[in-house]
């Protein structure tokens, strides 16, 4: 699991789930890492789980298929499953900013 320093001063906190050390996990993790660089400026608290390691964090959010992104912060909750390389999809399904516009995104 990677957590991000000051994670509580963070406007944004995703948990991305994954199924062990697959090919398609470890495209999910590059997708989404790159989707926080560019779109998130950073500003993002990113936890990964891997659902064989921690199936009861899994359970516990209700995710039982790989690879579900989950916005945690800010409420309400949202995820989205499945394919996470369509950038604008996935920010548009998460209800997250596009192209850096924090501002209109925290509103």
Do not use: N, Y
């Not at 989707?35 to 990113?46: I, T």
Request: aromatic share 2%; glycine share 6%; with cysteine.
């Amino acid at each position: 699991m990677t957590v991000a320093p000051d994670a509580g001063d963070l406007p944004f906190a995703l948990t991305l789930f994954v199924s062990g050390a697959s090919g398609l996990s470890a495209r999910a993790i590059d997708d989404v890492r790159l989707l926080c660089d560019v779109h998130l400026e950073a500003q993002v608290c990113l936890a990964v789980v891997d659902i064989h390691a921690d199936p009861a964090a899994a359970l516990s959010r209700g995710v039982s298929v790989a690879p579900t992104l989950v916005r945690t912060r800010p409420l309400p909750l949202r995820r989205i499953v499945g394919d996470l390389s369509q950038t604008e999809r996935v920010l548009a399904m998460l209800m997250l900013p596009v192209d850096g516009d924090l501002d209109g995104a925290k509103a």
